[in-house]
């Protein structure tokens, strides 16, 4: 399967900072989905982004298929973002929903 | 619109009994997908059923592993006999294009 690497593994910031999250992956995608686990386990889905670049409030992301990374970029933190980013990729077509996870980044915001 | 439910939240049974995991997905959805994570590893495909039929089980574990999804609307997940590394955190998801949706996962303890 496909290989998916996230870094940092950890991160901890105190409320109001900027932090970049970072998915590599070993082959072609044609589907990758970031993911935020809360502190409850819900895993919320952010962004659906295969490629280019998209923005939702103080969340944005940005994958670059041809290079095999994408960053998920968080501005101005908050104590609510805190839990487990987790990247998420996969094939296309019938295959779209057969995700590859990452080990996650697990976030910290303090006040 | 509810997102997909999953039931119990949590079940602890001894190694050797059954248990029957349940999932609604998103109304609608015809994909129904099951992930698992088992302590300290990555969120891992299980199978993936298109309406009431199984596009793709090459995830599940062994033959303790029963999957259905009777008239392609809920789903069902029974582990017969349950062992002790079958314990993990089971999610249930549903999508109708490119979106992944999940649910709030059910905790497995195999004592």
């Known amino acids: 399967g496909i290989q998916v690497e996230q870094s940092p593994p950890d991160l901890i910031l105190q409320e109001g900072a900027n932090s970049t999250l970072r998915c590599n992956f070993s082959?072609?995608?044609?589907?990758l989905q970031w993911f935020h686990q809360n502190p409850w386990g819900q895993l919320i889905n952010l962004f659906y982004?295969?490629?280019g670049t998209k923005q939702n409030g103080r969340l944005s992301a940005t994958t670059v298929a041809t290079e095999r990374y994408s960053l998920l970029y968080i501005s101005s933190s908050q104590t609510t973002d805190s839990g487990v980013y987790f990247c998420?990729?996969?094939?296309?077509?019938?295959?779209?929903?057969?995700?590859?996870f990452g080990r996650g980044t697990q976030l910290t915001v303090w006040p | 619109e509810a997102g997909v439910t999953q039931f119990p939240s949590h079940s602890v049974i001894e190694k050797g009994q059954t248990v029957t995991l349940r999932c609604d997905p998103i109304?609608?959805?015809?994909?129904l997908y099951w992930y698992r994570r088992v302590m300290g590893k990555e969120i891992k495909f299980l199978l993936h059923?298109?309406?009431?039929?199984?596009?793709?089980e090459s995830g599940m574990p062994n033959n303790r592993f029963l999957a259905e999804r009777t008239g392609g609307t809920y789903s069902t997940l029974k582990v017969q006999p349950a062992e002790l590394e079958d314990s993990g955190v089971y999610f249930c998801?549903?999508?109708?294009?490119?979106?992944?949706?999940f649910g709030p996962g059910t905790r497995l303890l195999v004592l």
């Open positions: 998420a990729v996969g094939g296309g077509g019938s295959t779209l929903g057969r995700l590859y």
């Open positions: 082959d072609s995608v044609n589907n």
């Open positions: 998801a549903s999508s109708l294009g490119t979106r992944v949706y």
């Open positions: 982004i295969p490629s």
């Open positions: 109304s609608g959805h015809d994909n």
């Open positions: 059923f298109v309406k009431e039929s199984k596009q793709d």
